[in-house]
């Protein structure tokens, strides 16, 4: 495996556009505009497998929020120890999958939003893994990504 390089992605709060494969509906009852998406998500590509030589992935960081630098947006490390001790944290990932509709001749593949989740306590640090695939349906008449 080749060494990858590595660059800061800035996040920003999730809209519509992050999501264009969906419909408007669909983007309101997941409730996602809560959440960061990255800023510049049009450039980030995933792409390889396992038996490939290079493979692209993301790697996303959570870091306790800085008082020093933040005062106004950030409490001090106590209460941010105090806090994640008493509630935990939760950290969830949203993305676009196909599911096949049966019956749907002209686009079988319809997009669907998948929210996969790890919760982490105070006192432990998790590494979670994703992964993904490209769907693709082979029927009488074509194939469909």
């Excluded at 106590?78 to 993305?95: T, W």
Aim: glycine content about 4%; some cysteine.
């Amino acid at each position: 495996m080749e060494l990858q390089n590595s660059i800061e992605v800035e996040l920003e709060r999730c809209t519509k556009f992050h999501f264009p494969a969906i419909s408007q509906k669909e983007y309101n009852d997941a409730s996602i505009d809560g959440f960061f998406c990255p800023k510049n998500y049009t450039d980030l590509y995933v792409e390889g497998s396992f038996i490939s030589k290079t493979m692209t992935s993301l790697s996303f960081v959570a870091k306790k929020c800085d008082f020093q630098n933040y005062p106004r947006k950030c409490g001090t490390k106590k209460e941010i120890d105090n806090f994640i001790s008493d509630n935990g944290l939760n950290y969830n990932i949203y993305y676009i999958e196909n599911y096949i509709s049966i019956g749907n001749y002209s686009k079988p593949l319809q997009p669907l939003i998948i929210n996969k989740y790890k919760f982490f306590q105070w006192n432990n640090m998790k590494i979670t893994n994703f992964f993904l695939q490209e769907n693709i349906l082979k029927t009488d008449i074509a194939f469909f990504h």
